[in-house]
C-alpha cells in the first residue's frame, strides 16, 4: 500500500495538508525525506495551522525541534539536519518528546533513524520546478488504517 500525489503548486500543497489533518490523529509518526528547500516545513507548517496551531511556525533548523500543545495534544516538529552523529537524539532527550498521544513530524529522519521511534507513515517530497510528488508509505497498522481514511477523503 502507497499513495502518492503531485501538488502543482503552493495552493494544492495547502489543500493537501488539510487533507493530512483530516486523516490523522494522536498518537501518530510522520517522516518526511526530501532534499534542501523541497517543501517539508511548508507542509507541516500547513498541517499544524490545520491542526489549530495558531500563530508562526517556525523551521526546527536551529532549534532541532519546535514543540506545540493543540486541545491537550502535543505536537513536536523535529528537524534533524544539523546532527552530525545519531547519539545526539540520546544526548538531547529526544525519546521523551514521544510521550502518550503525541504527534511527531520529524524532518531529515535519515540523520536519527537507529534511533527513532516507531513510524507511522514515511513520506517523501519529490520537486520538479513548482510541483511536489509527494509518495506516503504506512509503516504501522494504525498508519494504514489513516491512510485508507485519507484516500477515502479525497476521493470525494
Ligand atoms: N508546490 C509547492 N509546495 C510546497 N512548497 C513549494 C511548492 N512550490 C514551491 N515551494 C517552495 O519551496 C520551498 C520549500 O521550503 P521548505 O523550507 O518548506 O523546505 P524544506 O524541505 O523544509 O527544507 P529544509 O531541508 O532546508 O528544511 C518554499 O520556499 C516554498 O515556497
Ligand atoms: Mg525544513
Request: charged letters at 20%.
Amino acid at each position: 500500500m502507497q499513495y502518492s500525489t503531485k501538488l502543482s503548486n503552493i495552493h494544492a500543497t495547502k489543500e493537501f495538508a488539510k487533507l493530512v489533518s483530516q486523516s490523522i490523529s494522536a498518537n501518530f509518526v510522520i517522516t518526511l525525506k526530501g532534499d534542501l528547500g523541497a517543501g517539508k516545513t511548508t507542509l507541516v507548517r500547513e498541517i499544524l495551522y490545520h491542526l489549530g496551531v495558531v500563530g508562526s511556525v517556525k523551521s526546527p533548523t536551529y532549534t532541532l525541534v519546535e514543540p506545540y500543545i493543540v486541545n491537550d495534544i502535543q505536537i513536536n516538529h523535529f528537524d534533524l539536519y544539523r546532527f552530525n552523529d545519531p547519539d545526539e537524539w540520546i544526548e538531547s532527550g529526544f525519546d521523551e518528546y514521544f510521550a502518550n498521544n503525541c504527534i511527531c513530524f520529524i524532518e531529515w529522519p535519515e540523520k536519527a533513524l537507529a534511533y527513532l521511534p516507531s513510524v507511522d507513515w514515511q513520506l517523501q517530497i519529490i520537486v520538479e520546478d513548482d510541483t511536489r510528488s509527494i509518495e506516503i508509505n504506512p509503516k504501522s497498522d494504525k498508519g494504514r488504517q489513516c491512510l485508507t481514511q485519507l484516500t477515502k477523503i479525497a476521493a470525494h
